[in-house]
């Protein structure tokens, strides 16, 4: 009998469903405005990969490779960015768009405080942002999530116990 292995678009979407709560929860509450909290959603992506890649190899009782294990870690990550991708145009365009503002308001805020630009240089840069914020959003989701799911797959890939069968072995 075949164990049944569950899809990586399946964890993917497990995963962005908890990341979404935690999201909605943070923003409701005002705990986005603390950055230390910002790190807890690459350490939670990372966490779940693990887990994923693990359970992975558990299904497949061990008969994986290296690559095997990182590609289904990596299709999760895939899954998961599509829809937190979808998540943020929603969020920023219908639940929260004060989102967008409050983020331009930090960013004015952290340009005055350098004191090299000028009112004028800080007024037109923010407007630019205005315009490409959430272009700019979308793109530091891909990259983000990318690169913390190439971590959590390669350490989750690294973790998960390999016992590869080769073909003349079945």
């Known amino acids: ?17 908890v990341l979404i709560a935690l999201s909605i929860i943070f923003q409701l509450t005002g705990l986005s405005k603390i950055k230390s909290l910002q790190w807890l959603q690459s350490v939670l992506i990372i966490g779940a990969l693990i887990w994923v890649c ?33 998540y943020t145009v ?5 639940l929260f768009p004060e989102m967008a503002d409050q983020a331009l308001a930090e960013a004015r805020i952290e ?5 090299t630009l000028s009112e004028n240089e800080i007024d037109k840069g923010i ?3 205005r315009k490409f914020f959430l272009p700019f ?7 983000g999530f ?3 799911g190439a971590i959590g ?13 080769t073909p003349f072995e079945q």
């Open 1 to 17: 009998m075949e164990n049944k292995i569950t899809q990586p678009w399946m964890k993917g979407l497990i995963i962005s469903l």
């Open 54 to 86: 693990i359970g992975y190899g558990k299904e497949m009782s061990g008969n994986v490779t290296f690559g095997n294990v990182f590609a289904h870690g990596f299709k999760a990550t895939a899954a998961m960015t599509v829809i937190f991708v979808i």
């Open 90 to 94: 929603i969020a920023f365009k219908f």
């Open 111 to 115: 340009m005055e405080k350098n004191n």
């Open 127 to 129: 407007e630019m942002t």
């Open 137 to 143: 959003a979308i793109g530091g989701i891909l990259i």
């Open 146 to 148: 990318a690169f913390i």
């Open 153 to 165: 797959s390669l350490l989750g890939a690294a973790f998960t116990k390999k016992n590869p069968k």
